[in-house]
C-alpha cells in the first residue's frame, strides 16, 4: 500500500492536464521532456514461442524425449516408444530420482522437462554472460512478430487496448485459480505454500529481498513508465481518482497473492520432483514463468487448448503493459530498475516541492469539490522519495 500515493501522483497529474507522459510535465518546464516508455519485448516473443509450441501433440515440454533433453531429466510420462514416437498414455512414477548431487555450480543436476525445455531449446542458453552466444533464429521471428503487434496497438491507438483490457484482466485471473486449483492437488505443493506464507526472517534482512520487491511494486503497477499518466488523461474530469488509486493498489495486492500461492504450490511440486526442498529450488525471475507454467498445463485436460490460451492470454497482457535472459537480466537491474526509481522520484518531487502540494491541492478541489487528506501530501512530498532513494 506504499505505492498508493505515487499511484494517485500520476493519475491526478495525467486525468487534469489531460496530456500525456511527455506533455503532462509543462507543469514544471525544467522537467519537460521527461519521460519513460520501456517494452520489454523478448518476454511476449517468448510467450509467441511457446504459443507456437502449443499445437504440437505431445506438448515439448511434457516428456524427456526431445534432442536437447539431458539424461537427468525428469518426467511426468513414460518415454515408451523414442524412436517411433512417445506413448504418453501410461503414466508412471515420476519419483525415482529423489536423489540429485550437485554440480560444481551447485545447482541440481536433475531438471523436469519443462525447465529443459525452456533453457536448452527456447533459450539455448550458454554458461554465462560471457558466452552471449548466436541469435535464435525461431526467437528473432518472433521478436519481429511481438514487435508488429505492439506498432498495431501503438497505432490504433487507446481505443482498441482499452477494449482488450476487459479480457486481459479476467481470463488470467480466471487461469490462475485453475492453476491453484490443479496445484494444490499435485505432491509437493503443500511444502511450496508453506515455503511461500511463512516468513524467513533471515531472508528477509537480506537488501536485495527488499530491492527485487520494490522493483516488483514499480512494474507490476506500471509506475514510471507513462502508462498510468496516459490512461488516466483519458479519464472524466470528475472522476475520482484517489479512490481508483485505492482499488488499482488493493486489486494488484490481492492478485499477486493469488499469484504467489498458484506459483509456490507448484515451485512445491517441481522441487519435489526434483528431490530438493523449496528454498534450495534454484530459479528466479524470468525463468519462473516459463517453468512454472508449463509445468501445471501438462496435468490439465486437453493440454494443447489449455497451453495456447495462456500464453496467447499472456502475449496480450505484456501488451498492455506498453536480447537474451543474460542481457535482459542485465539490463533489468542495471537500467530498467534505477531508472524507474528515479523517476518516480523525480515525479514526487517535481509534483511535491516544484508545481506545490498546495497548488496540487487547488487542483483537486476543481476537479470533484474536495481536498484529499493531508497526509496522502506528505508521503507524495517526503515520505515517498525517502523510501524509493532507500529502496534503490
Known amino acids: ?73 525428469i518426467s511426468q510420462h513414460a518415454d515408451v516408444n523414442t524412436t517411433t514416437g512417445l506413448n504418453m498414455t501410461e503414466e508412471v512414477t515420476i519419483y525415482t530420482m529423489a536423489n540429485h548431487t550437485a554440480d560444481i555450480n551447485g545447482t ?53 487496448t482499452g477494449k482488450l483490457v476487459y479480457v486481459t484482466v479476467a481470463i488470467p485471473c480466471i487461469l490462475v485459480t485453475i492453476f491453484l486449483i490443479r496445484g494444490c492437488l499435485l505432491p509437493g505443493s503443500a511444502d511450496g505454500i508453506y515455503f511461500y506464507i511463512v516468513p524467513n526472517f533471515e531472508i528477509l534482512s537480506r537488501p536485495q529481498v527488499w530491492i527485487e520487491g520494490c522493483n516488483f511494486a514499480l512494474y507490476s503497477l506500471g509506475l514510471g513508465m507513462g502508462s498510468i499518466v496516459t490512461l488516466s488523461s483519458h479519464s472524466k474530469f470528475r472522476n475520482n481518482c484517489f479512490r481508483d488509486s485505492i482499488i488499482v493498489c488493493i486489486g494488484d495486492m490481492l492478485v499477486t497473492l493469488l499469484i504467489g500461492f498458484a506459483f509456490f504450490a507448484i515451485i512445491g511440486h517441481v522441487a519435489y520432483q526434483r528431490g530438493v526442498t523449496v528454498e ?93 487528506p493531508r497526509i496522502m501530501m506528505i508521503a507524495i512530498k517526503c515520505v515517498c522519495p525517502m523510501l524509493l532513494v532507500v529502496g534503490d
Open 1 to 73: 500500500m506504499g505505492t498508493v500515493p505515487v499511484v494517485f501522483l500520476e493519475m491526478v497529474i495525467g486525468q487534469f492536464s489531460e496530456r500525456g507522459p511527455v506533455e503532462v510535465w509543462n507543469l514544471c518546464p525544467a522537467f519537460k521532456g521527461r519521460k519513460t516508455l520501456w517494452v520489454k519485448s523478448s518476454i511476449p516473443s517468448w510467450f509467441v514461442y511457446y504459443f507456437y509450441a502449443s499445437f504440437s501433440n505431445p506438448l515439448p515440454w511434457a516428456h524427456c524425449g526431445n534432442e536437447w533433453n539431458t539424461p537427468s531429466c
Open 108 to 160: 541440481v543436476a536433475g531438471m523436469t522437462a519443462a525447465e529443459e525445455f525452456w533453457r536448452f531449446q527456447v533459450l539455448q542458453i550458454t554458461d554465462g554472460l560471457e558466452t552471449i552466444g548466436t541469435i535464435r533464429l525461431p526467437l528473432l521471428i518472433c521478436l519481429a512478430f511481438t514487435c508488429s503487434l505492439i506498432f498495431l496497438c501503438v497505432f490504433r491507438g487507446i481505443k482498441v
Open 280 to 372: 534450495a529450488f534454484e530459479s528466479s525471475g524470468f525463468n519462473l514463468a516459463f517453468i512454472v507454467f508449463p509445468q501445471v498445463l501438462n496435468y490439465l485436460p486437453l493440454p494443447q487448448l489449455w497451453s495456447a490460451l495462456t500464453f496467447l492470454t499472456l502475449i496480450t497482457l505484456e501488451l498492455d503493459t506498453l536480447g537474451g535472459m543474460y542481457v535482459l537480466t542485465l539490463v533489468d537491474w542495471f537500467a530498467y530498475f534505477p531508472s524507474n526509481v528515479l523517476f518516480s522520484t523525480l515525479e514526487c518531487i517535481v509534483v511535491g516541492w516544484c508545481y506545490g502540494t498546495d497548488r496540487l491541492q487547488r487542483d483537486i478541489k476543481s476537479m470533484w469539490g474536495k481536498a484529499i
